[in-house]
Nanobody
């Protein structure tokens, strides 16, 4: 599975962005997809994940209620809708895929996209 993340950019605090993760190669069936982010000087952290059937999990309080993950299986694409963006959301955002069950741990994912930069100005 090859993953291509896109949709990042420079935005002001309080606005929205939608990131996309397009998969190609083998079938997307039965893959969970997660979004992670990595700010400068920090470790990669979990943001959200979605199962093949649409079940979702989110990071604790940092994004829940503001970010929504979804997927369009016929299009082999997973989205991360980010609303009410804050400067602390600034990071490179990565999508990743693994078979079946989602995970919060980056090491559990087998395939990674190249990342897309989100910069939120105050």
């Amino acid at each position: 599975v090859q993953l291509q993340a896109s949709g990042g950019g420079l935005v002001q605090a309080g606005t929205s962005l939608r990131l996309s993760c397009a998969a190609s190669g083998r079938t997307f069936n039965n893959y969970a997809v997660g979004w992670f982010r990595q700010a400068p000087g920090k470790e990669r952290e979990f943001v959200a994940a979605v199962t093949w059937t649409g079940g979702t999990i989110y990071d604790g309080d940092s994004v829940k209620g503001r970010f929504t993950i979804s997927r369009d299986n016929p299009k082999n694409t997973v989205y991360l809708q980010m609303n009410s963006l804050k400067p602390e959301d600034t990071a490179v955002y990565y999508c990743a895929a693994k078979r079946f069950i989602f995970s919060r741990r980056p090491g559990d994912y087998d395939y990674w996209g190249q990342g897309t930069l989100v910069t939120v100005s105050s």
